[in-house]
Protein backbone atom coordinates (compact mmCIF):
# COMPACT_ATOMS: atom_id res chain seq x y z
CA UNK A 1 0.00 0.00 0.00
CA UNK A 2 1.64 3.30 -0.89
CA UNK A 3 1.61 6.41 0.93
CA UNK A 4 -1.18 8.10 -0.76
CA UNK A 5 -3.39 4.77 -0.08
CA UNK A 6 -2.24 5.20 3.59
CA UNK A 7 -3.72 8.89 3.62
CA UNK A 8 -6.50 8.42 1.42
CA UNK A 9 -7.84 5.62 3.92
CA UNK A 10 -7.08 8.81 6.87
CA UNK A 11 -9.22 11.38 5.18
CA UNK A 12 -11.93 8.55 4.42
CA UNK A 13 -12.21 8.17 7.95
CA UNK A 14 -12.12 11.36 9.04
CA UNK A 15 -15.21 12.42 6.58
CA UNK A 16 -17.16 8.99 8.24
CA UNK A 17 -16.60 10.17 12.04
CA UNK A 18 -17.60 13.48 11.11
CA UNK A 19 -20.69 12.06 9.81
CA UNK A 20 -21.46 10.06 12.65
CA UNK A 21 -20.83 12.43 15.10
CA UNK A 22 -23.79 14.36 13.37
CA UNK A 23 -25.97 11.58 11.92
CA UNK A 24 -29.67 12.52 13.60
CA UNK A 25 -28.92 16.08 14.33
CA UNK A 26 -29.93 18.98 12.59
CA UNK A 27 -28.67 22.52 12.03
CA UNK A 28 -30.68 23.57 15.47
CA UNK A 29 -29.23 20.98 17.39
CA UNK A 30 -25.85 20.78 15.75
CA UNK A 31 -25.57 24.62 16.47
CA UNK A 32 -26.72 24.34 20.29
CA UNK A 33 -24.21 21.01 20.48
CA UNK A 34 -20.54 22.38 21.54
CA UNK A 35 -19.29 18.90 22.26
CA UNK A 36 -20.14 17.76 18.47
CA UNK A 37 -18.55 21.16 16.76
CA UNK A 38 -15.65 20.14 18.48
CA UNK A 39 -15.64 16.78 17.33
CA UNK A 40 -16.26 17.89 14.17
CA UNK A 41 -13.59 20.62 13.93
CA UNK A 42 -10.61 18.38 15.00
CA UNK A 43 -11.67 15.96 12.44
CA UNK A 44 -11.24 18.59 9.87
CA UNK A 45 -7.93 19.11 11.07
CA UNK A 46 -7.28 16.15 10.23
CA UNK A 47 -8.48 15.84 7.05
CA UNK A 48 -6.41 19.32 6.46
CA UNK A 49 -3.51 17.50 7.77
CA UNK A 50 -3.70 14.19 5.95
CA UNK A 51 -4.03 16.25 2.31
CA UNK A 52 -0.61 17.76 3.30
CA UNK A 53 0.76 14.62 3.35
CA UNK A 54 -0.92 13.54 -0.34
CA UNK A 55 2.05 13.45 -2.82
CA UNK A 56 2.16 16.04 -5.52
CA UNK A 57 1.84 13.09 -8.30
CA UNK A 58 -1.51 12.43 -6.97
CA UNK A 59 -2.66 15.78 -6.35
CA UNK A 60 -1.76 17.03 -9.93
CA UNK A 61 -3.55 13.78 -11.10
CA UNK A 62 -6.69 13.93 -9.16
CA UNK A 63 -7.64 17.82 -9.31
CA UNK A 64 -11.53 16.80 -8.95
CA UNK A 65 -10.98 16.36 -5.27
CA UNK A 66 -11.02 19.67 -3.43
CA UNK A 67 -7.62 19.70 -1.65
CA UNK A 68 -7.22 23.47 -1.73
CA UNK A 69 -11.12 24.04 -0.07
CA UNK A 70 -10.33 21.20 2.91
CA UNK A 71 -6.66 23.11 3.68
CA UNK A 72 -8.04 26.33 3.64
CA UNK A 73 -11.02 25.09 6.42
CA UNK A 74 -8.57 23.04 8.30
CA UNK A 75 -6.13 26.96 8.00
CA UNK A 76 -9.70 28.59 8.98
CA UNK A 77 -10.15 26.04 11.93
CA UNK A 78 -6.84 26.39 13.29
CA UNK A 79 -5.90 30.13 12.93
CA UNK A 80 -8.65 31.48 13.15
CA UNK A 81 -11.15 29.31 14.98
CA UNK A 82 -13.36 32.03 16.48
CA UNK A 83 -14.42 32.88 12.87
CA UNK A 84 -15.40 29.79 12.36
CA UNK A 85 -19.34 30.36 10.81
CA UNK A 86 -21.52 27.16 12.15
CA UNK A 87 -23.83 27.68 9.02
CA UNK A 88 -21.15 27.35 6.57
CA UNK A 89 -19.69 24.17 8.75
CA UNK A 90 -22.99 22.51 8.60
CA UNK A 91 -23.72 22.91 5.17
CA UNK A 92 -19.92 21.31 4.51
CA UNK A 93 -20.94 18.45 6.92
CA UNK A 94 -24.65 17.91 4.74
CA UNK A 95 -22.99 18.34 1.42
CA UNK A 96 -18.91 18.81 1.02
CA UNK A 97 -18.25 15.69 3.05
CA UNK A 98 -20.96 12.94 1.75
CA UNK A 99 -19.01 14.28 -1.65
CA UNK A 100 -15.52 13.85 -0.38
CA UNK A 101 -16.22 10.00 0.62
CA UNK A 102 -17.94 9.65 -2.65
CA UNK A 103 -14.96 10.85 -4.95
CA UNK A 104 -11.93 9.50 -2.38
CA UNK A 105 -13.65 5.47 -1.72
CA UNK A 106 -13.31 4.85 -5.43
CA UNK A 107 -9.40 5.73 -5.36
CA UNK A 108 -8.64 3.35 -2.71
CA UNK A 109 -10.40 0.25 -4.13
CA UNK A 110 -9.01 0.80 -7.25
CA UNK A 111 -5.11 0.96 -5.58
CA UNK A 112 -6.42 -2.02 -3.79
CA UNK A 113 -7.16 -4.01 -6.70
CA UNK A 114 -4.04 -3.15 -8.86
Given at each position: MSNDDEVLIDIVQAARLILEFTKDMDFRSFS?????????????????????????????????I????????????????????IGILWEAIQTNIPNLIHQIEPLIQ???SE
Open positions: EDVKTQSSVLYQIVILGEAVNRLSSNFINHYPQPIAKIRGMRNRVVHEYQEVDRNE
